[in-house]
């Protein structure tokens, strides 16, 4: 499996915005899908947003449309998650992702990710 370090997360005000940021060991097949997920306590967790880099496509949770970006530097091997107008429903720990998974399923709401590689996580707190 491949190694994920996020990092990035921070306590901020609402409206504040932060930039998560994920770091895959090595590239292969396994990092063809990556993303974001978020947890926050007593909640299942979340996929937020996930990106297909070899065609661009992406794939946003109804809650963060318009507000977060996700984006992918091949070269660097790494994922950033852009979050703007952050909400306090927003606070959770937030989780990098990455497998094989086909397309379809990465960008269509369908990644489950349970065979995937993940990340220890960063929190992201904003109050009110």
């Known amino acids: 499996q491949v190694r994920l370090e996020e990092s990035g997360g921070d306590s901020v005000e609402t409206g504040g915005s932060l930039r998560l940021s994920c770091v895959a060991s090595q590239h292969s097949y396994d990092t063809d899908c990556m993303g974001w997920f978020r947890q926050a306590p007593g909640q299942e967790r979340e996929a937020v947003a996930t990106i297909y880099a070899a065609i661009g496509r992406t794939y946003y949770a109804d809650s963060v449309k318009g507000r977060f970006t996700i984006f992918a530097d091949f070269a660097k091997r790494t994922i950033s998650l852009q979050m703007n107008d952050l909400k306090p429903e927003d606070t959770a720990m937030y989780y990098c992702?990455?497998?094989?998974?086909?397309?379809?399923?990465?960008?269509?709401?369908?990644?489950?990710?349970?065979?995937?590689?993940w990340g220890q996580g960063t929190q992201v707190t904003v109050s009110s």
């Open positions: 992702a990455a497998d094989s998974t086909a397309a379809s399923y990465c960008t269509g709401g369908h990644w489950a990710a349970d065979r995937a590689s």
